[in-house]
Each structure stands twice: as structure tokens, then as C-alpha cells.
């Protein structure tokens, strides 16, 4: 068993397993089609001009730059985010904030920006007297043909959680079901005696928040649930 890091892709025995976050694409984000909408009239709203709307071709021309102004802000979000969740992770294994990190989309340097909320993850898991287990940890399963890493696993109380770091403006439901997956297949894998899910947010602005659930069964036949409409959807 091993991954990919350059297709994103786990394999086993020459199979191609699927992952996780791949299956879980399957459930619709509404608020992210919303947000990106908002994206395209706030940009609009800042390059109004009476006199240029005059011409039709340059407010077509506008348009089409509205179109997709969205994905710069989602580029810029998403790359914020690699590099702070890398940061994050190198912390868990060594416990030094580097100076760059090594992610799938090549070598970056940690700025100030990201070196801050990285200093807000270790003084919360300092705070919690959190105690991690394992970190980006590849969890399989051939019978399920399904793969994925999980962020972290950890202690905190009396208490073992499998744990996930969302660095987004808002935690979706998801993000407990991807955990209840990472979990299930853990389990299979022999690792028992978890407690809980576990999902730290650490936005690029407000605080660090934490939310913990503990009705695994429910999250993994969701998890259940959107395999069976990915597969099914992949034989139409």
C-alpha cells in the first residue's frame, strides 16, 4: 500500500483504492456555491464605472473576468491552507514550526500569516495537554477498495479521537464523516478504543475552534451511504 503524492492516488497491489475526500464529493456544499457567486458580485460591484458599461464589449469582457474571479480567491484560500496544514504537521513530529514545507504543490516558505495560526494550533494542543499519537496517518481497507489519510490521532482528557484539521471560513458536516471513514478503517486495521471525532478550525481569520462528536455509527452509514451513490454513479 502506498500514495501517490504527485496524483494524489493510493494504491494497492497495482489497484487504484478511492479516496475518502473523493467519495465524500458526492455531498453537495451549497454554501460554497453561494460564496463563490458573492465572489463574482463583490467584484463586479468594485469596478463599477457608468461611462465603461457604455461599451458592450467591455462589459462582456468584465463579465467573463467575474465568471471566474472566484477561483483566485479559492486558490488563494486553498494554498493558505496547504501551507498552514503542512506546518501544522511538521509541528505534531518534531515540535518546531519550520521555516518552509514540502507539500504536493512544491517547497513554500512559512510567512508570518501562516506561522501565526500555526502558533495558535500549539497553544491550544498545549493548553488541552493534548497528546498525539500519529499524524498524517494512511489508512486502508481492499475489501471497501477505499483509502485516506487522517490528520492526526490524539488523546486529549480521558479521551482518544481521530482528529482533522479544516483551515476553511466553515466547518461543513463532512468533516465528521470523513473522520467516522478514517476511523472505520482504522478499526479494521486493528487500531481500537476511540472515543470520538475531533476537528480543529483554524481559519485564516477569527480564533481556533474545536468540535467533538461521538455518534460514529451515524456518521459512518453517511459515510456508507455516499460510497454507495459514488460507486453507483461511476457504473452510469
Excluded at 101 to 127: S, Y
Aim: negative net charge; contains cysteine.
Amino acid at each position: 500500500f502506498w500514495f501517490d503524492s504527485s496524483t494524489h492516488t493510493y494504491w494497492l497491489d497495482k489497484k487504484r483504492l478511492t479516496g475518502v475526500t473523493t467519495i465524500l464529493g458526492v455531498l453537495a456544499k451549497p454554501a460554497l456555491i453561494q460564496w463563490a457567486a458573492n465572489e463574482a458580485v463583490k467584484f463586479l460591484d468594485s469596478r463599477y464605472d457608468p461611462d465603461l458599461f457604455q461599451d458592450r464589449d467591455e462589459f462582456n469582457k468584465l463579465l467573463e473576468e467575474a465568471r471566474t474571479a472566484w477561483k483566485d480567491k479559492r486558490d488563494e484560500a486553498a494554498l493558505w491552507g496547504t501551507i498552514t496544514h503542512a506546518g501544522v504537521e511538521v509541528w505534531i513530529k518534531t515540535k518546531e514550526i519550520p521555516a518552509k514545507v514540502t507539500t504536493d504543490k512544491g517547497e513554500f516558505e512559512v510567512l508570518p500569516k501562516h506561522k501565526e495560526a500555526i502558533e495558535r494550533f500549539v497553544k491550544w494542543a498545549g493548553k488541552n495537554k493534548v497528546k498525539f499519537l500519529e499524524s498524517e496517518k494512511k489508512v486502508y481497507n481492499p475489501e471497501l477498495f477505499v483509502a485516506g489519510t487522517a490528520d492526526f490521532v490524539c488523546e486529549m482528557g480521558d479521551r482518544k479521537y481521530i482528529g482533522d484539521l479544516k483551515t476553511g471560513k466553515s466547518v461543513y458536516y463532512e468533516a465528521f464523516v470523513q473522520c467516522a471513514a478514517y476511523r472505520q478503517l482504522l478499526q479494521l486495521m486493528g487500531e481500537k478504543d476511540f472515543d470520538g471525532s475531533l476537528i480543529v478550525h483554524l481559519p485564516q481569520i477569527g480564533e481556533l475552534e474545536t468540535h467533538e462528536r461521538f455518534d460514529h455509527e451515524t456518521d459512518w452509514n453517511v459515510f456508507e451511504a455516499a460510497l454507495l451513490i459514488y460507486r453507483t454513479k461511476q457504473q452510469i
